[in-house]
């Protein structure tokens, strides 16, 4: 049984990313393609794939849900599933009070900056400074050729390796929001409201070489499946 189901960085740093440069699809399928990015875990550079036409956009729970689905068929945009990008008609309204992502496939042609929450032009009418829209970011793969799809939000995890580690220092730095510690595995939890530092993993990899970290990784949702 697949679901989808929010993963702490804690349980992402064990995947091990494969690498190429994009995959074609099916003549009923768009051809998607990507742009490699990396993070470090214990000074390690692990691979992964940010794409440049699929997004995941977190929406605000007072979400009007005509008012939207109105607006991104204006956008062109089209709704797909998570994981299977099957093409779907209109989102359930338990998902807009849920912390699950909205998942949309850009237009061909589509200027895909104007989708992106930390993007440095957005234009007023820019679709991720849209009023309904907590974040919207590209969507990632593990590994292109197997569609290995999974989606950041705007939570970062990090692990120092230093005693002196200040949760002020970092937030102050990066325009990070302090949530929460993990006492037991010394883990701390931070939310990204600004977008001032590129993708969720280029955020990361500045982190993680400012200080002395173990690992700094986006969280995100991932598919876990159950035999």
Not at 142 to 152: F, G, I, L
């Amino acid at each position: 049984m697949n679901k989808l189901v929010f993963i702490s960085s804690f349980l992402v740093t064990a995947i091990i990313f494969s690498s190429c440069s994009g995959i074609t699809g099916s003549t009923e399928e768009p051809v998607y393609e990507f742009s490699e990015e990396s993070f470090f875990v214990d000074g390690k550079e692990i691979k992964t794939f940010r794409s440049l036409n699929v997004i995941s956009v977190g929406l605000k729970p007072d979400t009007d849900a005509d008012a939207f689905h109105d607006y991104i068929n204006d956008m062109g945009l089209q709704l797909i599933s998570a994981f299977t990008h099957q093409h779907y008609s209109r989102i359930p309204d338990s998902q807009l009070s849920s912390q699950s992502p909205v998942i949309l496939l850009l237009p061909p042609g589509a200027d895909n900056a104007q989708f992106y929450s930390f993007s440095d032009n957005l234009r007023e009418d820019s679709f991720a400074n849209n009023p309904f829209i907590r974040y919207a970011l590209p969507a990632y793969s593990r590994d292109p050729e197997k569609e290995a799809w999974y989606y950041p939000n705007n939570l970062i995890s990090v692990k120092p390796s230093a005693e002196d580690f200040s949760v002020s220092e970092l937030s102050a730095q990066f325009s990070l929001e302090f949530l929460s510690k993990n006492s037991q595995i010394d883990l701390y939890l931070f939310r990204d409201n600004a977008f001032r530092h590129g993708t969720p993993y280029t955020l990361a990899k500045n982190i993680y070489e400012s200080g002395n970290f173990r690992y700094v990784v986006p969280d995100g949702f991932w598919q876990i499946v159950r035999h």
